[in-house]
């Protein structure tokens, strides 16, 4: 059959236009505005002089920012890792159900991904909370001092990170299932034939063959709790705040009660650099060693 090669052109220009306008307006343009003002003093709405470098200079003798920097990169290396490995775990128990009862599993696993942000601040407030808490109830009990969890500088990122995976590992359970379910029937029976035993078959057929999932949702997981904010400033009220500082969390106080867009500006332009850098070497490494395991 004969083509129009222009025609076909300009029909599938026609149909990513819509997309492409809406990314420009809603990303593109407002990312460019963020480097912008960043090297100016603007305040959060209006216009400011030029400074040049001087907000990023500021950052690196700004204590809160450190504490940010620490927090966040705390917070990280409490959920990502963790967080994926109890999802691969909880997949591999419930790929071993069937029928109604393996979706009844999944989809009590699911649920908590579902609900928006501030019903898990109510359920694990209406569990940990210091005077009313169930868990604190369980802790008189026991006969164990309560502790104030929210409030406690040594506790408060630890339990904010157990909430974070109880509340999104659904989605990396769904990944992981995914990628299970695409593995061969065949290549278990044939390891069964051989009377490989469970480890030797997780460890030489279903974890080389998890990879490429794995590092999926290890990225993604990655760039979710880089931007950590709801949870912390939630849990936060009341508390103390300025110790539970994350970068999202520096930046809302910075443009929002401060008044200071530049530096807010600055703050998150360092934060979109880190996570598009420290993503990509990930996956990189990532991808290195799924090499190296071929």
């Known amino acids: 059959m004969l083509h129009n090669k222009r025609k076909d052109v300009l029909v599938a220009l026609t149909l990513i236009a819509p997309f492409v306008a809406i990314y420009a307006l809603a990303f593109v343009y407002p990312t460019l505005q963020m480097f912008r003002i960043s090297f100016t003093d603007a305040p959060l709405i209006g216009e400011g002089k030029l400074v040049w470098f001087d907000n990023y200079l500021r950052l690196t003798n700004d204590p809160m920012f450190r504490r940010a920097a620490w927090n966040t990169a705390y917070f990280v290396l409490m959920t990502v890792a963790p967080g994926t490995i109890i999802a691969l775990m909880i997949a591999l128990g419930v790929s071993r159900l069937k029928g109604r009862f393996q979706a009844m599993i999944l989809a009590l696993f699911f649920l908590p991904y579902i ?79 051989d009377n490989a035993t469970r480890w030797t078959t997780f460890r030489r057929i279903t974890w080389p063959l998890l990879w490429p999932v794995t590092s999926l949702v290890f990225t993604i997981q990655l760039i979710l709790q880089l931007k950590i904010f709801d949870q912390v400033y939630l849990f936060s009220v009341g508390g103390r705040p300025n110790d539970n500082m994350v970068f999202v969390y520096y930046v809302f106080q910075r443009a929002f009660q401060q008044n200071q867009g530049g530096r807010a500006a600055a703050v998150a332009v360092t934060l979109f650099v880190l996570v598009v850098v420290v993503s990509v070497l990930q996956f990189q490494l990532l991808r290195l060693a799924d090499g190296r395991r071929a």
Not at 151 to 180: D, E, N, Q
């Open 115 to 193: 609900l928006p942000v501030s019903v898990v601040y109510l359920i694990w407030d209406w569990t940990l909370n210091f005077q009313f808490g169930i868990a604190m109830h369980m802790l008189d009990w026991l006969g164990i001092q309560r502790v104030p969890v929210f409030k406690s500088r040594i506790w408060f990122m630890p339990a904010v990170a157990w909430v974070t995976i109880w509340w999104t590992a659904g989605f990396s359970i769904l990944l992981f299932l995914a990628g299970l379910r695409a593995i061969p029937a065949d290549i278990y029976e044939a390891a069964a034939l």
